[in-house]
């Protein structure tokens, strides 16, 4: 569901370094990538956003026990330029910033790999990211909360700017979706033990964040979110393409 317009973003990141204990612990044996929504696994649901909007140079974090992702991705990722680290790291944030030095000096798209969203929807949220100021960080955002530590974004609603992030409230949740600009802010030497701690870090210091709000957008964390999310946005996608 995209448009014929060329994208003006061509280089995106997949943080797929977790190592998902609770879809474990909820019996499911496979690599965080590869759990199946609607039987196809995250990971190609995520590279198919991607594919779908024009973005073909992707740089894609996995940890050192998911080969089961590493061999598909050596199957079914050949049409992609495809930098893949494999690497099980200490953080979020970790994973996050070896993806963005490598995806330095052009402007950006990273998403979580536990994102569920129609592809009208990551397509709506990237040509929005591309209007807003070019030194701004972009969040996608939604007023869908279900999640067991939501990390809340406080938005403005006249301008679309974050003005908090953290707390126990705000406007609406993040939603795994990061937009970045071709010169990154700089940072602290000291550096930040979570990607959320990061953030807030950048709307504290009064950096431009701004959102793109977005209908429901699903956090793949345990068995009850995949059958979600099959039902309602997957669904939704289904019904989209037979009419």
Known sequence: MTDASPCPIHQGGIIAAGL???????????????VRVAGRPLIEHTLDRFRAVG??????IINEESEDCRGWLEVNGRDLDLDLIVRTTPSSYASFR???????????????IDTIMPMKDFHTYVMAAVSLPRDAVVLGVTDYVDDENPFWATVDA?????????????????AGLYGLPALRPAEPNAGFL????YLTWLVAEGRPVYAVVLPRVFDIDRARDIVAAESVVLGSERRDIRL
Do not use: Y
């Not at 973005?55 to 894609?60: C, D, E, G, P, Q």
């Not at 963005?100 to 798209?109: F, K, M, S």
């Not at 979570?194 to 701690?197: G, I, T, V, Y």
């Open 98 to 112: 070896l993806v963005a030095d490598r995806l330095d000096r052009a402007p950006a798209v990273i998403t979580a």
């Open 20 to 34: 998902g204990s609770r879809l474990r612990a909820d019996g499911i044996g496979v690599s965080k990538p590869m």
């Open 55 to 60: 973005i073909r140079r992707l740089t894609v």
């Open 194 to 197: 979570r990607l959320r701690d």
């Open 158 to 174: 006249a301008d679309g700017r974050v003005r908090k992030l953290g707390g126990d409230g705000g406007s609406h949740v993040t």
